[in-house]
C-alpha cells in the first residue's frame, strides 16, 4: 500500500550501495558464440561462412558431445533458461534490521500480494546494551550482534537472495563507534549496514503494517516501540475512492525505548510506583507532539491505534492465553484498552521469574517488557482509543515493498524507454522510405 506524505516525512532516499546492490548472477547468460563468426570450411577454402542451418547443427552437436561426459547441470548446461523475465520473478529480496534489541531477518520473492516470505530469522542481541551509560557499544554487544549477522549472510547466501537492503538504527545512530563497528560487520560477515534516518525508520514502518489500518477510520496514531526509540506517526486517510491511501500527518521518534527505559529504571523488579514514574517520563516527551496533532479532526470515522513492536505482540499473547507464541494468530488482531489494562496489571504482579517462565515473555525479555508496556501506556492516555490493532510486522516489510517498488519503477522506466526508442526507430525509417 502506497503512503502519501503530506508534512514531517519526506521521501527516503532509496537504497544504493553495497547493501542494496543487485548481486551478480554467477551463470553469465552470454551467447554461445559471438555475432559475426565465421568459421572455416576446408571445402571452401576456409574463407567462407558457412550456411547459417549447418552452422546451428554443428553447434547443437558439439554440445551434446561435451555434454555426454558432464553431469547434469541446468542451470550450466543451459544458461539461455535463465531469460530476463523469469529472473526477475524468481528474484529474492531480503531486509535486514539490526536494532537496539533484535537482530531480524526476512527473505521473499515478489508475488501478486505483495511478497511471499521463503526464509526469516530473529535473534535478541542487545545490541544498545550499557549505550546510555556509556555512548559506545560494548564488545560484548557488537560480537553478539556480528555472531547474528553472520547467520543472516548465510541465509542470503544459500537461498541466493538478489538485491538487499540492510539498516541499523537507534543503537548505531547515537553510539560514538557505530563507524568503527560499521567497518568491522563488512570485515566479518560481508554485509554494508546502512544506518536509517529516524524520518526513515518512521516510513518504513508505516510502509510495512499499512495492510492493517482500518479503511473505515478517518485517522490512525501508528507506534513502533523499539529498544532504543519510539517512533510515533499520525495518518489521515483520504477520502472518496482513494480512502485506503494513508496520509502522513505528523511524525515525531522520542529518544527512549524498551532498552533504554529499562536501564535508566531498572526491569527486573518493578513496583507499581516505579511503573508510574515510567509512564509520566515518557507522556512528558509525548506532550509537545500531542499538541501539535490534537488540532487534527479525526473525523466522522474515528480513528485507532496500530502498534507494531515486541511489546504489543507480547502484550496480544498473552492476552490469547498462547502456550507458545504463534505469529498467524497475533498479527492483525483487535485488542480493546481494557484488554490491555488486564494484561499489563497481570504482568505487573509477576515477579521477574514468572514473567521469564511466561511463554510469551521469555527470559530474553523479562526485564523490558514492563518498559515497553509504560511506553504504550503513556499513548494510550494521551490517545484514548476503543481498539489497538497489533501488527507483528513493521520495518522488514516496509524495505521489502520498497526494494520491490524501487524495481517496478525501474521496469516501467526501461519499457517506456523501448518504446521510445522503438517510436523513434519507426520515425527515422518512414522518414528515410519518404526521402527514398
Given amino acids: 500500500m502506497a503512503v502519501a506524505v503530506e508534512k514531517g516525512l519526506s521521501a527516503p532516499r532509496q537504497p544504493s550501495g553495497e547493501g542494496a546492490a543487485e548481486v551478480a548472477n554467477p551463470v553469465t547468460d552470454a551467447p554461445e558464440t559471438k555475432q559475426g563468426h565465421v568459421a572455416s570450411d576446408p571445402r571452401h577454402g576456409g574463407g567462407e561462412t558457412v550456411p ?23 542451470a550450466i548446461a543451459h544458461p539461455r533458461k535463465s531469460s530476463a523475465g523469469r529472473s526477475a520473478a524468481d528474484a529474492l529480496y531480503a531486509a535486514l534490521d539490526l536494532g537496539t534489541n533484535n537482530c531480524r531477518l526476512l527473505i521473499a520473492r515478489r508475488s501478486a500480494e505483495g511478497f511471499k516470505v521463503v526464509d526469516a530469522y530473529s535473534r535478541i542481541v542487545r545490541l544498545g546494551e550499557g549505550l546510555a551509560r556509556t555512548g559506545a557499544l560494548s564488545d560484548a554487544a557488537m560480537t553478539r550482534a556480528i555472531e547474528a549477522l553472520k547467520i543472516c549472510a548465510d541465509k542470503m547466501a544459500r537461498r541466493g537472495v538478489t538485491r538487499t537492503w540492510t539498516i541499523a538504527t537507534a543503537a548505531c545512530r547515537t553510539a560514538s563507534n557505530s563507524d568503527a563497528f560499521i567497518e568491522r560487520v563488512k570485515r566479518e560477515t560481508g554485509l554494508s549496514l546502512e544506518i536509517v534516518s529516524t524520518e526513515d525508520e518512521a516510513r518504513l514502518a508505516v510502509a510495512g503494517c499499512a495492510p492493517l489500518l482500518d479503511p473505515r477510520c478517518s485517522s490512525a496514531l501508528v507506534f513502533d516501540i523499539g529498544g532504543g526509540s519510539t517512533e510515533l506517526i499520525w495518518l489521515r486517510m483520504q477520502d472518496g475512492e482513494t480512502r485506503s491511501r494513508p496520509v502522513i500527518g505528523d511524525w515525531i521518534s522520542l529518544p527512549c525505548g524498551v532498552v533504554t527505559l529499562a536501564e535508566h529504571h531498572g526491569g527486573v523488579d518493578v513496583p507499581v510506583d516505579l511503573y508510574e514514574r515510567m509512564v509520566a517520563e515518557v507522556g512528558e516527551r509525548l506532550a509537545p507532539f500531542l499538541m501539535r496533532v490534537r488540532g487534527m479532526d479525526a473525523g466522522q470515522g474515528g480513528f485507532h491505534l496500530l502498534g507494531t513492536s515486541g511489546t504489543v505482540t507480547t502484550i496480544a499473547g498473552v492476552h490469547l492465553g498462547l502456550e507458545r507464541y504463534d505469529r498467524t494468530r497475533v498479527d492483525g488482531i483487535w485488542i480493546s484498552p481494557a484488554d490491555v489494562h488486564r494484561v499489563t496489571q497481570s504482568l505487573l504482579g509477576m515477579s521477574y521469574g514468572e514473567r521469564a517462565a511466561h511463554p510469551c515473555v521469555g527470559g530474553e525479555r523479562a526485564d523490558l517488557v514492563l518498559a515497553g508496556c509504560a511506553i504504550f501506556e503513556a499513548i494510550a492516555r494521551a490517545w484514548p482509543a476503543e481498539r489497538l490493532r497489533v501488527a ?33 526507430a519507426n520515425d527515422m525509417a518512414a522518414q528515410s522510405a519518404e526521402v527514398e
Fill in 52 to 74: 547459417k542451418r549447418r552452422r546451428r547443427r554443428g553447434r547443437r552437436a558439439r554440445r551434446q558431445e561435451e555434454d555426454a561426459g558432464q553431469p547434469k547441470q541446468s
Fill in 392 to 424: 507483528d510486522r513493521g520495518l522488514r516489510e516496509g524495505i521489502l515493498m520498497s526494494l520491490i517498488e524501487s524495481d517496478a519503477r525501474r521496469g516501467r522506466r526501461r519499457r517506456r524507454r523501448r518504446r521510445r526508442n522503438a517510436k523513434r
